[in-house]
């Protein structure tokens, strides 16, 4: 059984979407020849019950050996260069640090990143005196265990895998990206080192093909795309009761600005305004409630557009509680991000296996509108019309079944669970090693 390191900054209990990507690999690894050790940090404390200084890093780490996989959890030492870029954040030194900072690769300008990456540094200095790996994979973002991947292969000639969940700037993916000076500089510095980084790993991953080619295009690097996806165990789990007495339209997780929930408000108004009784019909978005800028406009849209019917805006909830609420769903929603090709939210990948239908609009490209039609999980609207249908549709299955629940075609559903993306992963690891 060969031994793989994996760095990844989000992994449970931190409660985000890519702790999934990580903990999906330390759970499926093992199967398929490689045991992983996960490094990351105490996502049980907050960030300043992790402080420490940085000769008491070692021993402040915590080992926990759990069925699958082994994880070190890190405290966050406090370096001198993370108390002086503290020291210099509100000054006219700022931007000139940032650019110094990019310069030397430091992609993660916040002073918390540095400290992270000094800190994820100093414990490999001491973990690999007594520890050996066969391959490393870092997992972006942030930037730093791309950098230390690197750092590790010039030490201690360790073969490593760069594995990304996203680009630096989706912005980079659009047809009509015209980048300003800024953007051009920015760019121009994210390509220099990604390439750099990337030059002596065995290969790049990314989520999805169209992302793939633009990675391997900035990088010179051979990319594949390793998806995000879904837990088996998640497929028929939680399902909703027969005969329920409320229609309930579900989206869970953030949706950003970049997303276009315009024609699905336009369509869902509609389709209420239709119903003989339209308090029969519930809408649920859900973890939306949150302090930023994205949220506080669509929120303010659906006041707008869904202000006589039932509708309800509510905070983050845990995974369980997610999949829970879209499993009770009659219908799940999701804005797509027309304008940045390739682009999957790991969301989608729970809907696919919800048994569901799912409502997708606008209609993107190389992304999740292909997605469900490959898989035959949904519908893509390109007007409000077409969703009052869909919608209509659905609300008159209900109406005659208690449910709208429908079988799986299991075989393309699975090619996108986390086991199989995993799969896919470590024969390319294979592959490459030998």
Same mark, same amino acid.
Not at 211 to 235: C, P, V
Not at 238 to 259: A, C, D, H, M, W
């Given at each position: 059984?060969?031994?793989?390191?994996?760095? $990844?900054?989000?992994?449970?209990?931190? !409660?985000?979407?890519?702790?999934?990507?990580?903990?999906?690999?330390?759970?499926?690894?093992?199967?398929?020849?490689?045991?992983?050790?996960?490094?990351?940090?105490?996502?049980?404390?907050?960030?300043?019950?992790?402080?420490?200084?940085?000769?008491?890093?070692? %021993?402040?780490?915590?080992?926990?050996?759990?069925?699958?996989?082994?994880?070190?959890?890190?405290?966050?030492?406090?370096?001198?260069?993370?108390?002086?870029?503290?020291?210099?954040?509100?000054?006219?030194?700022?931007?000139?640090?940032?650019?110094? $900072?990019?310069?030397?690769?430091?992609?993660?300008?916040?002073?918390?990143?540095? !400290?992270?990456?000094?800190?994820?540094?100093?414990? =490999?200095?001491?973990?690999?005196?007594?520890?050996?790996?066969?391959?490393?994979?870092?997992?972006?973002?942030?930037?730093?265990?791309?950098?230390?991947?690197?750092?590790?292969?010039?030490?201690?000639?360790?073969?490593?895998?760069?594995?990304?969940?996203?680009?630096?700037?989706?912005?980079?993916?659009?047809?009509?990206?015209?980048?300003?000076?800024?953007?051009?500089?920015?760019?121009?510095?994210?390509?220099?080192?990604?390439?750099?980084?990337?030059?002596?790993?065995?290969?790049?991953?990314?989520?999805?093909?169209?992302?793939?080619?633009?990675?391997?295009?900035?990088?010179?690097?051979?990319?594949?795309?390793?998806?995000?996806?879904?837990?088996?165990?998640?497929? !028929?789990?939680?399902?909703?009761?027969?005969?329920?007495?409320?229609?309930?339209?579900?989206?869970?997780?953030?949706?950003?600005?970049? %997303?276009?929930?315009?024609?699905?408000?336009?369509?869902?108004?509609?389709?209420?305004?239709?119903?003989?009784?339209? !308090?029969?019909?519930?809408?649920?978005?859900?973890?939306?409630? +949150?302090?930023?800028?994205?949220?506080?406009?669509?929120?303010?849209?659906?006041?707008?557009?869904?202000?006589?019917?039932?509708?309800?805006?509510?905070?983050?909830?845990?995974?369980?509680?997610?999949?829970?609420? %879209?499993?009770?769903?009659?219908?799940?929603?999701?804005?797509?991000?027309?304008?940045?090709?390739?682009?999957?939210?790991?969301?989608?990948?729970?809907?696919?296996?919800?048994?569901?239908?799912?409502?997708? $609009?606008? +209609?993107?490209?190389?992304?999740?509108?292909?997605?469900?039609?490959?898989?035959?999980?949904?519908?893509?609207?390109?007007?409000?019309?077409?969703?009052?249908?869909?919608? +209509?549709?659905?609300?008159?299955?209900?109406?005659?079944?208690?449910?709208?629940?429908?079988?799986?075609?299991?075989?393309?559903?699975?090619?996108?669970?986390?086991?199989?993306?995993?799969?896919?992963?470590?024969?390319?690891?294979?592959?490459? =090693?030998?």
């Amino acid at each position: 059984m060969r031994k793989i390191l994996i760095l $990844s900054y989000h992994f449970p209990p931190m !409660n985000v979407i890519a702790s999934q990507r990580s903990l999906g690999y330390a759970n499926h690894f093992k199967k398929f020849g490689y045991s992983p050790t996960i490094l990351t940090h105490q996502w049980e404390k907050s960030l300043q019950e992790q402080f420490c200084e940085p000769n008491e890093i070692i %021993q402040k780490t915590i080992k926990e050996e759990k069925e699958n996989y082994t994880v070190y959890r890190m405290p966050i030492g406090q370096f001198k260069r993370g108390k002086f870029l503290k020291g210099i954040e509100k000054s006219f030194l700022n931007k000139l640090g940032i650019l110094f $900072s990019w310069m030397f690769g430091h992609l993660d300008t916040r002073r918390e990143l540095l !400290n992270n990456k000094l800190t994820e540094r100093h414990f =490999l200095k001491h973990h690999l005196i007594e520890n050996q790996y066969d391959v490393v994979m870092g997992i972006f973002s942030p930037h730093y265990h791309l950098s230390n991947c690197a750092w590790l292969y010039k030490k201690h000639q360790i073969p490593y895998v760069l594995d990304f969940r996203d680009l630096w700037n989706n912005r980079i993916t659009r047809e009509d990206y015209r980048p300003n000076f800024n953007e051009k500089i920015q760019d121009l510095f994210y390509t220099f080192w990604w390439r750099k980084w990337g030059r002596k790993s065995i290969f790049l991953t990314i989520v999805s093909k169209y992302w793939a080619k633009i990675l391997e295009n900035k990088t010179q690097m051979k990319s594949y795309e390793i998806t995000n996806g879904f837990e088996k165990t998640d497929i !028929n789990v939680y399902l909703e009761e027969p005969n329920s007495k409320v229609f309930r339209i579900v989206s869970t997780g953030t949706i950003y600005q970049n %997303q276009d929930l315009t024609i699905i408000l336009d369509g869902l108004q509609r389709f209420l305004s239709s119903l003989k009784d339209p !308090n029969t019909v519930e809408i649920h978005f859900v973890g939306m409630i +949150k302090h930023n800028v994205e949220n506080k406009y669509w929120q303010e849209q659906i006041k707008i557009k869904l202000s006589h019917f039932k509708y309800y805006i509510t905070p983050r909830v845990t995974r369980k509680e997610s999949l829970i609420l %879209q499993k009770n769903a009659s219908v799940l929603i999701f804005p797509t991000v027309p304008n940045e090709p390739g682009f999957y939210s790991g969301k989608i990948f729970e809907y696919i296996s919800s048994g569901k239908p799912i409502l997708v $609009s606008p +209609k993107d490209k190389f992304g999740v509108s292909d997605l469900i039609e490959f898989t035959n999980t949904g519908f893509t609207g390109t007007n409000e019309n077409e969703i009052t249908i869909y919608l +209509k549709d659905k609300y008159d299955l209900w109406k005659k079944n208690g449910n709208t629940y429908s079988f799986l075609d299991l075989e393309k559903v699975n090619f996108y669970s986390r086991e199989n993306q995993t799969k896919l992963l470590s024969e390319l690891i294979t592959q490459n =090693l030998n």
